[in-house]
Structure formats: structure tokens, C-alpha cells
Nanobody, 121 residues
Framework: QVQLVESGGALVEAGGSLRLSCTAS????????MAWYRQTPGNQRELAAE???????NYADSVKGRFTISTDDANRTVYLQMYSLKPEDTAVYFC???????????????WSQGTQVTVSS
């Protein structure tokens, strides 16, 4: 089965930086999109950033200009570089990857376990 291993969550002071990483392993034929979502208690899980195979990116307005999503395709890894962190960025961050396990298979979605990012004020 496909496994997403995520790391990088930490406690950081406001204005600081942090980089999250997520690596996919297992049976994977191709990856369609990679993305980062975040969720706080009582709220819906929301898209923070996404990137396609071609390199096209999309960011939530709340993180635009501060967060950068990038990939290492050879290692099936997606990163989220976060700058100028604010207390409002505090959340559990999840990696999401849409992929095919075989050339002939349908696209399936997979999630990481989530990592806690806490920004102190």
C-alpha cells in the first residue's frame, strides 16, 4: 500500500520559518497532484497549497507570499516552506497526493498522518 511519511512540524515563534516534507512510498505509477492542507479544531480541513506535475501552483490567500510548495519528483517528495509564520498558521498540516498505483488504475487520493505546527505569539 501507499505510505505518506510526513515530518517537520514544530513549535516556532511568530515571524519564524519552518519546512515540512512528505515522502510517498509503495506502489506508485504516476503522481497527478501534491498538496498541503491544514486543519484547526472545529474547522474544515482547508487547502493551503497545491502543485501539479507540470509545476503549476495554487495557494490559499491567507498564505500567499509566505508559503512555497515544491517537489522532488525523483524521490516522490513534496515540501512546504513557510516563512513569516503567524499564530493564525497554527494547525495540523496534512500532505495529500493524488496518484495512480498502476498505469491502468484510477486516480486515488492519499493522506499523511498530519503534523502539528504551533506558532507562538
Amino acid at each position: 500500500q501507499v505510505q505518506l511519511v510526513e515530518s517537520g512540524g514544530a513549535l516556532v515563534e511568530a515571524g519564524g520559518s519552518l519546512r515540512l516534507s512528505c515522502t510517498a512510498s509503495g506502489s506508485i505509477s504516476s503522481i497527478n497532484t501534491m498538496a498541503w492542507y491544514r486543519q484547526t479544531p472545529g474547522n474544515q480541513r482547508e487547502l493551503a497549497a497545491e502543485i501539479t506535475r507540470s509545476g503549476s501552483t495554487n495557494y490559499a490567500d491567507s498564505v500567499k507570499g509566505r508559503f512555497t510548495i515544491s517537489t522532488d519528483d525523483a524521490n516522490r517528495t513534496v515540501y512546504l516552506q513557510m516563512y513569516s509564520l503567524k499564530p493564525e498558521d497554527t494547525a495540523v498540516y496534512f500532505c495529500n497526493i493524488n496518484l495512480r498505483i498502476n498505469y491502468w488504475s484510477k486516480i486515488t487520493t492519499h493522506w499523511s498522518q498530519g503534523t502539528q505546527v504551533t506558532v507562538s505569539s
